[in-house]
């Protein structure tokens, strides 16, 4: 595989309510590695900056019917976009990768993050108008990665497993969420159960968080369908 050509920006995109969460440790253990390689990073931590992830018509101007995607699109034309969401809009336009780091909250992304993307991926911006979808989108050429932890054990996610499998579970967020939007999507780095393991357990969870961001630029992209 093709490894990232310099200079390199990396978005990091946190979702989780505990700053010393073995989520936020991964994260930041993440954000190191990818400093020492000379990645410029940019860390958006969603509950420390109190990020709104509703979408309503109170951040659009007053309208007989709202719709969404309509609204965006507008107002990216007009240039009047919501200053908190175009400076999102602008990190994530600016970087080569995104990270979206969470805890798998009901086999899905944490409320917060969610609204993070409701509100971020604007059309008009990123997707649809006059852009296109999936390899016409804005974001085409760029890579994506999740970077989360579960609950359940490795063995509770394989195929036929009591949760299911992990790869089927997050194909809405892998191609429904980041491919459509243009992103070549990584292998999700996932550390599974940290609350049940030990603390020498955790380490080397953290230690392989770590590696596989060294190799990030060779880590391989998933094959979804389009």
């Known amino acids: ?29 993440a954000e190191r590695r990818l400093v020492a390689q000379g990645w410029a990073v940019t860390v958006v931590d969603l509950h420390a900056i109190g990020w709104d992830p509703v979408l309503d018509p109170s951040q659009f101007p007053p309208g007989a019917h709202f719709k969404p ?64 979808l999936f390899d016409e989108a804005a974001l085409t050429g760029r890579r994506a990665v ?28 892998h191609h429904g969420t980041l491919r459509f939007v243009g992103y070549d999507v990584l292998e999700p780095v996932v550390t599974f159960a940290p609350a049940h393991g030990d603390d020498a357990a955790r380490t080397t969870g953290l230690d392989a968080v770590g590696a596989a961001f060294d190799a990030i630029g060779d880590r391989r992209v998933l094959h979804l369908t389009t």
């Open 1 to 29: 595989m093709t490894t990232i050509p310099s200079p390199r920006t990396a978005l990091i995109v946190h979702a989780h309510p505990e700053p010393r969460s073995f989520s936020a440790a991964q994260m930041r253990a």
């Open 69 to 132: 995607q309509a609204e965006q699109m507008a107002a990216v034309r007009a240039g009047r976009l919501d200053p908190v969401v175009a400076e999102q809009l602008e990190a994530l336009l600016a970087a080569d990768l995104l990270v979206l780091s969470f805890p798998l909250w009901w086999f899905s992304v944490p409320a917060i993050l969610k609204g993070w993307l409701d509100r971020v991926l604007v059309m008009g911006a990123v997707f649809g108008g006059d852009l296109g």
């Open 146 to 173: 999740l970077l989360l932890t579960t609950g359940g054990s490795a063995e509770a996610f394989g195929p036929g497993s009591r949760f299911g499998d992990l790869e089927a579970l997050l194909y809405p967020i």
